[in-house]
């Protein structure tokens, strides 16, 4: 598939590693791609432009921005983002204007009608990417909310392609649940973890 990033930092380049390694084409979108020409040795393959040339070229978009900047950039090119299924990625943290809502609802809701916004990866910490399978063998999960069937099934694939385990949370507004782990998810990483941001959430059944 081809799929633009939206940022260059570190859950960009992490997630191109590893799509780019299962043959995905990658596209970054930056505001300043003169500026990150590191990119292209760090990630051979990899293409870099503008934010709109990258979602022009892509079928699917993710996110990888500040929250901050999200709203105002699903507002600027909702055109673009509608035609496309949008995975957001990004952490509201306390910035939510009330906790009855899920920062990629927000998304959503600014992109408009038709969009296909589906969060993931929320709660992924960026160093543990290339580490699907943790030190005691388990599988890591992406926990993932939406409510567009045809893009969990993608979500789902590109999960999978990581060597992740897909965890198909329910409809979008479960995103409300996983935007609250993550705080508490830093929590017991620096209680359990030392810190070392290299711990994650793992749903177990019997
Ligand atoms: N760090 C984690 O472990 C982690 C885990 C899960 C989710 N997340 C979420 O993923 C997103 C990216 O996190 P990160 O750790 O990769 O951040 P990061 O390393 O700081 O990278 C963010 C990228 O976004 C772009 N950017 C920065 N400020 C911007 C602005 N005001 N408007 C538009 N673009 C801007 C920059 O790319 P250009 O300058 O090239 O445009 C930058 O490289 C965040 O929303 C974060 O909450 C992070």
Redesign the pocket.
Known sequence: MHIAI?????????LARGWLHAGHTIT??????D??QDLLAELPGAELTD?VAAMERAEIVL????????KN?ALAHADLLRERLVID?????DKLPDNRIAGAEITATAIGDGARVIAA???????TLDSPVSSTGLIRDVHFAGDDAEGKAVVTQLVEDLGFRPVDCGPLRNARVLDAM?PLMLELDQRYGGGA?ESSWKFLTS
Do not use: C, H, Y
């Not at 939206?6 to 992490?14: E, P």
């Not at 990625?89 to 943290?93: K, L, Q, V």
């Open positions: 939206i940022g260059t930092g570190r859950m960009a380049r992490g970054f979108g930056s505001r300043a791609p500026q990150r934010t996110l990888a921005i500040p929250f901050e900047a999200v950039f990625i990004t952490n509201p943290f990866f929320k709660d992924n910490f960026w160093k993550v941001a």
